[in-house]
């Protein structure tokens, strides 16, 4: 009977443990970016302005995102996440919107090498319109 109750309290334990190890390091970061004219490269003199927010849960590698914006030039004709890129140099296409139209949301499945670009700082929000192809509003993801 002793036996019993040692070894079950044993597992009881080890079980516990391993729930403390997993459960401690997953995790949700918030990521956020302001979307201005004057964060693109080159900047432009845009009177539109927008905010990008995003979570990642570091357990499942899902990012959920929500960009707005206003008072673009004209109709956004593409919105993505580039990267990897620092503030001021401009990157490819990492991630593609299923829309431009704000509000835009999405979720995704993120690899081992884009996580690390994103918590980095290395990824931004971009929208695009006619008149500014290469990007009319930016923004870097930072963490919160």
Known sequence: M???????????AFVGTTAGISAASAETVTLKGDL?????????????????????????????????YADLTG???????????EAGKNA?????????????????????????DLLAGKWYANVHTAANPGGELRGQMMRQ
């Open 92 to 116: 490819g296409i990492v991630l593609p919107f299923k829309s431009a139209q704000s509000p835009i949301e999405g979720t995704a499945i993120l690899s081992d090498t884009q996580i690390a």
């Open 2 to 12: 002793k036996v019993r109750a040692l070894l079950f309290g044993t597992i009881l």
């Open 75 to 85: 109709p956004a004709v593409g919105a993505h996440f580039h990267g990897p890129s």
């Open 36 to 68: 201005k004219g004057s964060n693109e490269a080159p900047p432009n003199t845009s009177p539109a302005s927008g905010q990008a927010t995003a979570t990642l849960d570091t357990e499942t590698k899902t990012l959920k995102w929500t960009v707005t």
